[in-house]
């Protein structure tokens, strides 16, 4: 979870364009700063990050949300957006990998979708979240039709 932040920084300091220098030596602060709380177990004590506590962290490292998933004994619909730099297309690949012998599980990638499931074009900004707008009705009819399936 804090790569994923890290992540999620680098790919909005590239939106447009090259990261200042000043942009490169915070984010290779920030990297160093996820290496440290991905290391952290429970008992830890120190500075969190990114508003949450090293205690957060600590716990989040010792949980694996795939085995988590794979571990239930319930169909599961994972949907991904194509365009979402939040969770990405790589953290959707995981899953369907961790979870790819389970024939209850549906991996449904819907490429022109970002994070909140609205339809887009182009790299996805944070911009996009502040437009009114509605879920992609793809979205919606995957969801009933995975509930309303035998």
């Known amino acids: 979870m804090a790569d994923i932040t890290v992540e999620q920084i680098e790919y909005l300091s590239r939106v447009n364009g090259e990261p200042s220098a000043e942009e490169v030596e ?3 602060g920030l990297k160093a700063e996820a290496a440290r709380v ?22 989040l490292n010792v949980h694996d949300p795939i085995e988590a998933a794979a571990g239930l004994a319930i169909p599961i619909l994972i949907l991904q957006g194509g365009r979402d730099y939040q969770v990405t297309t790589e953290d959707f690949s995981r899953f369907q990998t961790g ?7 549906q991996c ?22 502040d437009r009114a707008g ?3 009705a793809e979205v919606v009819e995957r969801i009933a039709d995975f509930v309303l399936a035998d």
Do not use: Q
């Not at 991905?38 to 716990?59: H, I, M, Q, T, V």
């Not at 979870?99 to 599980?105: K, S």
């Open 134 to 136: 509605h879920v992609d």
């Open 99 to 105: 979870l790819a012998t389970r024939r209850d599980v």
């Open 38 to 59: 991905r290391a952290a177990r429970p008992g830890d004590e120190g500075p969190g990050f990114f508003c949450a506590s090293l205690g957060y962290w600590a716990d």
């Open 108 to 129: 449904v990638l819907l490429p022109r979708l970002n994070h909140v499931f609205m339809t887009g074009e182009g790299k996805s900004t944070p911009v996009e979240y």
């Open 26 to 28: 915070r984010i290779a």
